[in-house]
């Protein structure tokens, strides 16, 4: 504020010699004199100011030249005085950061404060700077749920005007909800909305199964999936707001209030489809739109339809073909007349594209992502398809693309803008199967390594039957190609449960996949294996007659074809996987091996209801000799519920020992549905139903042994438990078999699997 006032009252100074010395108006100065400086140098004052000796000068100039010094900052005084023929520059310096630290911050990292303090090293100090960068500081803690931070900033000197700006944080607990309230919801109960938000009251599980905690992301979670809840159900104009109450720090709690103005439900009428391209068939579009008359709206369904329309007048070759929705409601309200309008937009190309946001990640990385590039033609669809390539690399938290208008009216230039996130992880696990017993894990995992989109892992596995040790890299792109390329180097050790013999196996696994289509891939594959395996006395003869030392030179294809709508937990879609593997070039084991498996989704009355089917087949061939005990088939425990791993199929009854089978088929069917209770415990239930058979053994059995070949169909029913804990997943299954052969199978009604990473 002395600045300032300074400031007016010599500009006013300067105007009244303006106004009555003309000849004041521009003189040469034989000097430019600069007192009280210190740390910052006379000549740079000098060049702040402007004011350089034996020059013309007005007062306008000397005017300008003032507020040039008080505009930088530096200085907490600023005076200009005429003397003689000499300017006069007096000074007083603001001190000067010397270093900017924390303490007390865990939650918050030191650059992400940083960033949004806005003062660097070497900046000066300004009182007024710190006191807005330790308000800064509490919104951002703010933002993370953590209300009662306090935060003090102490400066430290150093001499000479330097000092230490030191942030002193005393974070706090996380600032809980004590209340979700809900106003006007009349046709949803608030216990249905507190399944559908992410927010959880402040509870008996609070904090250990999912967020209960206040933050802005979480409230506008929250009101997101509240519009998408009513949206599906029909309630198109839906609007919500939310209010915070009052923050109280006796028990650092909030409550929070919805209101909800709902709007009316709307169902479908009549469904019309013009198309403007003539080789676009009405009924063809009609068929491929998940919503019939009398069905209530949901604009999912609508959004999904339209996507698929889209692909589909892609295919079709009309680049620039769109589909969009009409609607029209009927006087009497409720019901909305829908019209699927199909045509040609107006032609337009991508001038150029520009990328923000990754501080770690390469601009190559994400390019090849892309599903278009410059010159091409701009599509709402290829958009889209490139935000969701980017999100699933795992690299970024937020994905946005915009467009704007380019040079010209048919060009625009494409903005991305994505937000990283850490993609490196040390992991310590525990596992934990019928299947497996109890296993530790130790991984180091880095998906993003060198910001080159690379792979790199380190595993270490040691379990009550079996110990790995393996290393895995990935390029991603390959000799500069759409092609990726991986090695797995792994060593392993352990007597499988299905039988007594051991095996002790070294790989090296390089591999390259190639993208077919945008669902579609293709890996080829070759796999070094050299197994020494040995038995017990109480093993099977046949498993005794195997050859103890084994080398395995395999060329292995797979095709992949993937169009689920998620991959974590699908609702709509498809997985198809196809494997071919041919051992024999090299090393004293022939056999070709393929395996075949597909899997398809779908709702059933709700979103919330899925259904899923499965059928899995494979087949052993031996070129020369016969199989081996590692290479067979074997069924049961998760992959046939109501059976112990390896319990059907061939079996040495001699011994009581698993043989496996050259064949093996498998067919699966279950439904998983949400089991009513609160949102926070993360569980669901399934019923599902299973059958299979593994059959054919090229081994000849010796006489005096008594091996059971029966192939006849196994088949079990069940019920499943999924409940996704913060320390990993946890499966429940409890199955009843249905056909087995008693006295040879093994049963095995209840089985549990639990993985954690801490």
Known sequence: MKNVVKLILFSACLCVNLSFKPAFSAKNYDQIEVNGSSRISPETIRSISGLFKNQEISSVEINQGLKNLVGSGLFSEVEIKIKGNSLLII??????????????????????????IGLKERDPLDENK?????????????????????????????????????????????SEIENILFIGNNSFSNRELLKVIPSRQKGIFSGLFSSDDFGEEVLSRDRDAIIKFYKSSGFKDVSVAFSKGLYS???????????????????????????????????????????????????????????????YIKNQGHKFGQAYIDSSERELGSILDLEIMINE????????????????TT????RREFTFSELDPLVPAEIYKTRENLLALGFFRQVDILSKVGSQANKEVVVVNVEEKPTGSLTLGLSYSTDNDVGGQVSLNERNFLGLGQRLQ????????????????????????????????????????????????????????????EASRMTLGYDFIDTVASTSTNSSVILKNEPSNRTSSIIAVNLNIDKRDSIIK????????LTSKFAGLGGNREYSKSTGKGRIYFPLITDSIVVSSEIEAGTLSMNNGTSTASERFYLGGRTLRGFQYGGVGPRDLTVNESLGGTNYTVGRAEVSFPLGLPKELNMYGGIFGELGKVWGLDASVPSGTNVNLDDSIRSSVGVSLYWSTPIGPLQFNWAYPQDYVSGVDKLERFSLNLSTMF
Do not use: C, H, W
Request: net charge negative; hydrophobic share 35%; aromatic share 8%.
């Open 91 to 116: 000074v007083l310096e603001n001190p000067q950061i010397n270093i900017i630290a924390f303490e007390g911050n865990k939650i918050i990292e030191d650059s992400d404060i940083l960033a949004v």
């Open 130 to 174: 710190v006191k807005t960068s330790i308000v800064a500081i509490k919104e951002l803690y703010r933002k993370k749920a953590y209300l009662s931070t306090q935060v003090s900033a102490q400066k430290i000197s150093r001499g000479e005007g330097i000092f230490d700006l030191v942030y002193e944080i005393e974070e706090g607990a996380l």
């Open 249 to 311: 720090q006796a028990t650092n709690d909030f409550a929070i209030t919805y209101s909800i103005v709902e709007g009316n439900q709307y169902s479908i009428g009549n469904i019309v489809v013009k198309s403007e391209i003539p080789t676009i068939s009405d009924n063809r579009i009609k068929d491929m739109f998940l919503l019939k008359p009398g069905d209530i709206l949901n604009e999912s369904f609508i959004v999904d339809s339209l996507s698929n329309i889209n692909s």
């Open 345 to 360: 937009r107006d032609k337009k190309f991508v001038e150029r594209i520009e990328i923000n946001g990754n501080l770690s």
């Open 363 to 366: 601009d190559r990385v994400l």
């Open 458 to 517: 380190f595993v270490v596995k040691n379990g009550s039957v079996a110990q790995e040790y393996s290393f895995g890299f990935m390029e991603p792109e390959f000799l500069g190609r759409d092609v990726s390329a991986s090695i797995d180097v792994s060593y392993n050790e352990g007597t499988p449960k299905q039988n007594t013999s051991v095996t002790k196996n070294t790989s090296v696994s390089p591999s390259l996949t190639f993208q077919i289509t």
């Open 570 to 577: 699908p609702k709509r879609g498809y997985i198809v996987s």
